[in-house]
C-alpha cells in the first residue's frame, strides 16, 4: 500500500522533473491548488497556473527537510530552488528571464483520498521571492 507521504513525494518529483501533465494527472478531477499567487481547481486551471511556473523556472526542485503524515493529510516543509530563465506572469506586466537563482521556504499540505491530491496549499515567503528576483526596491542607507 502506498503512503499518503509517497503519492505526494511522487506528485513533486514528477513537478521537478517538468511533468507538468504527470503533476495534473496526481489530483482528483476538481482537485484544487492553493498557492500565496493563485487558487486554482481542476486540471485546466492547475496545468496553467503549473505550466506558468515550470516555464519560468524549468529548474525548479523541491529539497525536503520535514515530511509530516497522518490518516489522509501530509504535511512538508522545506526549500524551492529555481533558476529565472523563462517569462513569468506578474501584475506589472510579463517578467522577461533574470538568470537570478531564487531560494524560497516553504511549507504544503496536501489531503490525498483515494490514492489521488483531492488539495494541496502552500505557503512560502513571497518577500523573500520577490526580492531575490529584484522585484522590490532597495531600501535607502545613510
Known sequence: ???VRKLFEGALALLDAGDVDGFVGCFEPDGEFVHP???VEGPEQIRAFIGMSVRAFPD???ELRDVLEDGDTVVVAGDWTGTHTGPLPTPAGELPGTGRQVRVSFAALARIHDGRIRRAQVYSDQLAFMAQLGLLPTPATD
Do not use: S, V
Open 1 to 3: 500500500m502506498t503512503t
Open 37 to 39: 499567487q493563485a487558487a
Open 60 to 62: 525548479g526542485h523541491h
